[in-house]
């Protein structure tokens, strides 16, 4: 049974930082390009930022410079440091394994200005 459980998410004050985690299990994780998508009220789903196998890094524009993708592949465990955090950060993020096409529920970021 494939499982992509997101966690980290919550509330925080503009400037701030939370660091997202994404727990897989029943894939081949290290053989996944992983992803963090968000999802804002009335809003499409969008892309943050991608690591690949391999370790390559692509960020949404909005995002880079604050925002850091890492995978632990002994964990199954990609995650999303985000830094200087932004009102209009707030979203539903998701977790995302390219490869093999699977997506977490989501966790909750809210950013109070």
């Known amino acids: 049974q494939v499982q992509l459980v997101e966690s980290g998410g919550g509330l925080v004050q503009a400037g701030g930082s939370l660091r997202l985690s994404c727990s897989a299990s029943?894939?081949?994780?290290?053989?996944?390009?992983m992803g963090w998508y968000r999802q804002a009220p009335g809003a499409q789903r969008e892309l943050v930022a991608l690591i690949s196998s391999g370790g390559t890094t692509t960020y949404a524009d909005s995002v880079k410079g604050r925002f850091t993708i890492s995978r632990d592949n002994a964990k199954n465990t990609v995650y999303l440091q985000m830094n200087s955090l932004k009102p209009e950060d707030t979203a539903v993020y998701y977790c995302?394994?390219?490869?093999?096409?699977?997506w977490g529920p989501g966790t909750q970021v809210t950013v109070s200005s």
């Open positions: 029943g894939i081949i994780f290290r053989f996944n390009a």
């Open positions: 995302h394994a390219l490869t093999q096409r699977y």
